[in-house]
């Protein structure tokens, strides 16, 4: 029995997945957009018709059936306008993310050699932290039961079902940074260690306090996400939502300018951009001036893709704070991810804010592949 471990983190501006290449002997990285969309069975069968299907990256042209049910997921799911799952929990999506990953993955480096191996799936994901406390027992048990009998792009996926693991969102981090520290002769299960995960949907404090997870009691994950920043955007652009795909990719990719479709008039990104950022950092402040320890004794990680591009404004607001000298921005994971974590076509992670969005599931898989001695796919 051989083992298939993969990670997911299925952030709303994103899903990614960190899982171990036996091929090329490195962990790689599978990056899928965030849109599910219910489909019309037939309209499944004209795709498998299409003889250009098989020619296409599986990830490009992902569709799942589980039950009697149809989804199209990742690029697929734009083109039938899915949702992307900021409005309703994750869960809702999080089963069918995860089949159309697993499926990306068994077509990448399984199916080709499947005749040799009997394959066992260990499968983590990361939860918002209400959603951890919440749903993790019920979604565990979906999981397992759609992987019991679902296919993708046509095709059945057969695994016997190993480890599955469910933590919340910033976890990965913090357990990264531990077993560090481990490997230096140190332990943080003597410490606090306070995780502040800017995340898309919504913005978490999180307390391991001496490597206890985060509990209600000093913890929350109500705080405002990168989606902030992008409504108050969306409300000087008339007819376009927060959640707009080509929006989030031009902010996010520097442009200066974004042309409504309809309209003739193109709008200054760059004015709309300072305004929304100045909302977003007012939002972030208010939130963690009443969610942050009172003890100055502890750690600060911070950790997301919303993060980066307010930098400057945060460390100014914890050296206010007298928290400057216990700050760390995930410097230890941003070199491990440089050096060992690749593209699916083996290149290197080269764009820093890619590394930054991808730590906190690279630290989960870290952990939960070192977790458990295994035989990988060779």
């Avoid at 799942?64 to 697929?76: E, M, S, W």
């Avoid at 913090?174 to 995340?199: C, E, P, Q």
């Avoid at 929350?220 to 990719?249: H, M, R, T, V």
Wanted: some cysteine.
């Amino acid at each position: 029995m051989t083992a298939l471990t993969i990670y997911a983190d299925l952030g709303g501006s994103g899903s990614k997945g960190i899982y171990w290449n036996p091929r090329q002997r490195q962990p790689q990285v599978i990056w899928m957009e965030p849109q599910v969309a219910l489909m019309n069975p037939e309209h499944a069968g004209l795709l498998d018709a299409d003889g250009q299907l098989g020619a296409k990256e599986p990830e490009q042209s992902a569709y799942v059936q589980i039950g009697a049910d149809f989804y199209a997921v990742g690029t697929l799911g734009r083109i039938y306008q899915g949702d992307s799952g900021l409005v309703f929990p994750k869960k809702d999506n999080a089963v069918v993310k995860l089949i159309a990953m697993v499926g990306t993955i068994w077509e990448k480096i399984v199916q080709p050699y499947q005749y040799q191996y009997d394959v066992e799936l260990d499968l983590g994901v990361l939860l918002p932290l209400e959603e951890y406390w919440r749903d993790r027992v019920v979604l565990e048990q979906n999981i397992k039961k759609a992987l019991a009998g679902c296919s993708f792009r046509g095709k059945s996926l057969a695994f016997k079902v190993g480890r599955i693991s469910l933590l919340p969102e910033g976890a990965g981090g913090y357990l990264f940074h531990n077993m560090s520290l481990l490997s230096a002769g140190r332990n943080l299960k003597d410490s606090t260690v306070v995780i502040l995960m800017f995340g898309h949907r919504n913005l978490s404090v999180l307390t391991f306090d001496c490597g206890n997870l985060p509990q209600p009691t000093n913890s929350a994950s109500d705080g405002p996400g990168y989606i902030k920043y992008l409504e108050q955007c969306s409300s000087n652009l008339p007819g376009i939502s927060a959640d707009n795909p080509y929006l989030f990719d031009a902010i996010l990719n520097g442009k200066s300018e974004f042309r409504v479709r309809g309209r003739e008039e193109v709008f200054d990104l760059g004015v709309v951009g300072r305004i929304a950022k100045q909302i977003y950092l007012d939002a972030v402040k208010k939130f963690l001036k009443t969610k942050l320890p009172d003890s100055a004794r502890y750690r600060l990680l911070v950790m997301g893709g919303a993060a980066s591009g307010i930098r400057s404004q945060l460390e100014e607001y914890f050296s206010s704070l007298s928290l400057i000298e216990n700050l760390d921005w995930s410097c230890e994971l941003d070199e491990e991810l440089h050096q060992n974590l690749y593209h699916a076509d083996g290149s290197s992670i080269d764009s820093s804010l890619e590394r930054v969005r991808l730590a906190d599931g690279y630290g989960a898989f870290s952990w939960f592949a070192a977790s458990k001695p295994t035989t990988q796919l060779r």
